[in-house]
């Protein structure tokens, strides 16, 4: 593997370790609707942006990738190639349902459309270096896979690897605003609690430490059988969200917590919502005056057996009622979950 030698040192040579990090963002949309082919994502938001070392996911029935996402949802990665040797490559994508790949803006591999998993490729001269990279990848309904590979000189068929995709640092805020003040990160500290006992209402958790602790961007999550929200967590688990609500405009607004089994909704640390006890996907709402700016947010969620699924909406002066957008969501600055 002469050329991973190759990769390692034109990295270090380029000058560039802050501005270059290794992996593809990923921005995973939610549809919520029937499709044939490409969706247009236009104005839609991302559920869930993170960077994945690799796109080398076999088809599945179960959340793919670790999301909580299984049908009818779509990906795009973007990042850049990069290519250990001048010559004429062979790309290729695997899918169910479809996939497009585009290096510096034209399409390479269209494979589109429903069906299993099936391989479509192209052909590219390319020049050694990087070179942007997007690929669209949707499914519609039953299994779920896409991968991505490569051949080339001194190159035989493989996955592209890790070491060969990477991004801008500034493209890991994609779909994030700029924060509306400076102590502020995107998304929500979530903090996921395995119970080990069977539950009927809020816990008490005191000073047990979290199973999972990470950000989530937006607290949209649909009931669903197996582990919760790309977490190893199914069933007698709680989730504690915490951060910044961001109300663009003073006024009366609606908040909403809707789950399987139970949730609350704070802010300000008072309560606004109470949906607790066992039950199937349920709504509450409350309502609440918010000026204009920053507030303190707090969701709790806990689930007891069989499907779980939390999500929080909210509607307000000159907002339809609609499931709280990540614009919306921050939290304080976090040594330990974000970086510099």
């Given at each position: 593997?002469?050329?991973?030698?190759?990769?390692?040192?034109?990295?270090?040579?380029?000058?560039?370790?802050?501005?270059?990090?290794?992996?593809?963002?990923?921005?995973?949309?939610?549809?919520?609707?029937?499709?044939?082919?490409?969706?247009?994502?236009?104005?839609?938001?991302?559920?869930?942006?993170?960077?994945?070392?690799?796109?080398?996911?076999?088809?599945?029935?179960?959340?793919?990738?670790?999301?909580?996402?299984?049908?009818?949802?779509?990906?795009?990665?973007?990042?850049?190639?990069?290519?250990?040797?001048?010559?004429?490559?062979?790309?290729?994508?695997?899918?169910?349902?479809?996939?497009?790949?585009?290096?510096?803006?034209?399409?390479?591999?269209?494979?589109?459309?429903?069906?299993?998993?099936?391989?479509?490729?192209?052909?590219?001269?390319?020049?050694?270096?990087?070179?942007?990279?997007?690929?669209?990848?949707?499914?519609?309904?039953?299994?779920?896979?896409?991968?991505?590979?490569?051949?080339?000189?001194?190159?035989?068929?493989?996955?592209?690897?890790?070491?060969?995709?990477?991004?801008?640092?500034?493209?890991?805020?994609?779909?994030?605003?700029?924060?509306?003040?400076?102590?502020?990160?995107?998304g929500l500290?979530?903090?996921?609690?395995?119970?080990?006992?069977?539950?009927?209402?809020?816990?008490?958790?005191?000073?047990?430490?979290?199973?999972?602790?990470?950000?989530?961007?937006?607290?949209?999550?649909?009931?669903?059988?197996?582990?919760?929200?790309?977490?190893?967590?199914?069933?007698?688990?709680?989730?504690?969200?915490?951060?910044?609500?961001?109300?663009?405009?003073?006024?009366?607004y609606t908040?909403?917590?809707?789950?399987?089994?139970?949730?609350?909704?704070?802010?300000?640390?008072?309560?606004?919502?109470?949906?607790?006890?066992?039950?199937?996907?349920?709504?509450?709402?409350?309502?609440v005056e918010?000026?204009?700016?920053?507030?303190?947010?707090?969701?709790?969620?806990?689930?007891?057996?069989?499907?779980?699924?939390?999500?929080?909406?909210?509607?307000?002066?000159?907002?339809?009622?609609?499931?709280?957008?990540?614009?919306?969501?921050?939290?304080?600055?976090?040594?330990?979950?974000?970086?510099?």
């Amino acid at each position: 593997m002469r050329w991973l030698a190759f990769l390692a040192l034109s990295f270090l040579a380029s000058g560039q370790e802050d501005e270059v990090k290794p992996g593809l963002v990923g921005e995973y949309f939610a549809l919520g609707r029937e499709i044939d082919d490409f969706p247009a994502l236009g104005e839609l938001e991302p559920g869930i942006v993170r960077v994945d070392a690799q796109v080398n996911f076999e088809s599945t029935e179960e959340g793919f990738a670790g999301t909580p996402l299984t049908e009818q949802f779509a990906v795009r990665w973007s990042g850049f190639l990069r290519v250990p040797k001048d010559g004429m490559w062979t790309l290729s994508t695997e899918s169910d349902d479809g996939s497009r790949l585009s290096i510096a803006g034209k399409v390479v591999v269209d494979n589109g459309g429903l069906h299993a998993m099936e391989e479509k490729s192209g052909q590219v001269e390319l020049k050694t270096g990087d070179h942007a990279l997007v690929l669209l990848f949707f499914e519609n309904g039953g299994g779920a896979g896409c991968r991505l590979s490569w051949e080339g000189p001194d190159t035989a068929k493989q996955p592209v690897p890790a070491a060969a995709l990477v991004h801008k640092r500034s493209q890991e805020s994609v779909a994030a605003p700029a924060p509306p003040e400076p102590d502020l990160r995107p998304g929500l500290v979530a903090e996921y609690f395995d119970l080990g006992e069977a539950v009927e209402d809020f816990p008490a958790i005191g000073e047990k430490k979290p199973a999972v602790r990470r950000v989530d961007r937006k607290i949209d999550f649909a009931s669903a059988d197996g582990n919760f929200a790309g977490t190893p967590l199914a069933d007698h688990f709680f989730v504690r969200w915490s951060g910044v609500l961001w109300a663009p405009k003073g006024g009366k607004y609606t908040l909403f917590t809707e789950s399987d089994d139970g949730s609350r909704l704070f802010v300000d640390g008072a309560q606004v919502v109470l949906n607790g006890g066992l039950h199937p996907m349920e709504e509450q709402s409350g309502q609440v005056e918010l000026k204009a700016g920053r507030h303190e947010l707090k969701v709790e969620f806990f689930e007891n057996e069989g499907g779980a699924g939390c999500r929080v909406s909210w509607e307000g002066p000159g907002l339809a009622k609609a499931a709280i957008p990540a614009r919306a969501l921050w939290h304080k600055k976090d040594a330990a979950l974000d970086r510099e």
